[in-house]
């Protein structure tokens, strides 16, 4: 006779087993991330933007990949300091 109950714990333990590893990588993922990357909102010419800012701008989303004074023109053109992520 088939056990239900049993089988469907021991594929409880399975999944958990295989899932834990997975949660606590992209847990140490994300608080990587969280270090090198801040969403800053909506792109304002008057803020400075450190290194790892993102912003939207036109439709888009960018990264300032050094950092970017109050005032500067934003250009989503090589060498700028921007890069769009998506």
């Given at each position: ?14 999944i958990r ?16 991330l969280d ?38 023109v934003f ?12």
């Amino acid at each position: 006779m088939f056990d239900h109950e049993a089988f469907g714990a021991a594929m409880g333990d399975l999944i958990r087993e295989a899932v834990e590893p997975l949660e606590k990588r992209v847990d140490g993922m994300q608080a990587k991330l969280d270090k090198c990357m801040t969403f800053a909102g909506d792109h304002q010419s008057a803020l400075d933007y450190p290194p790892g800012s993102l912003v939207r701008r036109d439709g888009g989303t960018y990264v300032s990949v050094k950092a970017i004074k109050a005032g500067s023109v934003f250009s989503s053109r090589e060498g700028s300091g921007w890069e769009r992520v998506l």
